[in-house]
């Protein structure tokens, strides 16, 4: 005959079965992982990998310079070396200066020509008319001799006037922006002629490569130089620099 257990008797308790012991953080044990986020713990914020290999740079820091030649967001500025951040001429600007020194070299052809006009008019009056002797006497033939002598001194005139002409025309483009960098009429404007790379004047090969492309192009009835002058608006880099500017390494820039 069986009886059941006493509960009272503490043998007869069921015995709970133990807990392993739980490891401690530390050398050999993985840390516990956090909390999963959600309501009641903040959001971690993830740390940008650092630059490196397939990583892109970070943003250069405060008085960071670009490099020479690049354009500053394309508003009209350009970064070039030894003279920081400046302004592209615009054509309008281009424009007047060049008018300006079309009005400046043809005062200058204009008193020339006055001067040869002046010194033509004289030879001609000077010389005398022949009809006025006999054929074949002596002071026949001196007259036509003195008309001989006139008329090879007014070609030698007008020989000398486009000489001049031409190697003023030279000097003043060439000279002044290969030495100056600036014509009077980019003084006027505010203008100025430098290399691209260096922020320099062009010095004397940059300074004739600029003027000599527009004068060759003037050979085909002056409509090559023509374009060329108009070429900065087939500049889509921005720039605005002209066939004889990109030949030549030159910007046109404002001071």
Known sequence: MSYPPDPNNP???P??????????????YPQQAPPAAGYGYPQQQQQPPAAGYGYPQQQQAYGYQPMPGTIQANNGYINIAQLGTVKIASMGQRFVARLIDFLAVGAVIALVMALGLAGSLGIVKDTEDCSTYSYGTVSYNDCIQQQNDAAAGLVGTMLIMIV?????NLLYEWLMVSFVGATLGKMAMGLRVVKEN?????????GFIRFIIPVVGGFLCYIGAVLVYLSPFFDNSGKLQGWHDRAAGTL????
Do not use: A, E
């Not at 001049?164 to 003023?168: G, I, K, M, N």
């Not at 004047?201 to 940059?206: I, K, Q």
């Open 15 to 28: 015995q709970q079965p133990q807990q392993p012991p739980q490891p401690q953080p530390g050398y050999g």
């Open 11 to 13: 043998y007869n308790q």
């Open 164 to 168: 001049v002409l031409s190697l003023f």
């Open 198 to 206: 260096t922020g320099r004047t062009p010095g004397l090969g940059g």
């Open 252 to 255: 046109v820039i404002k001071k």
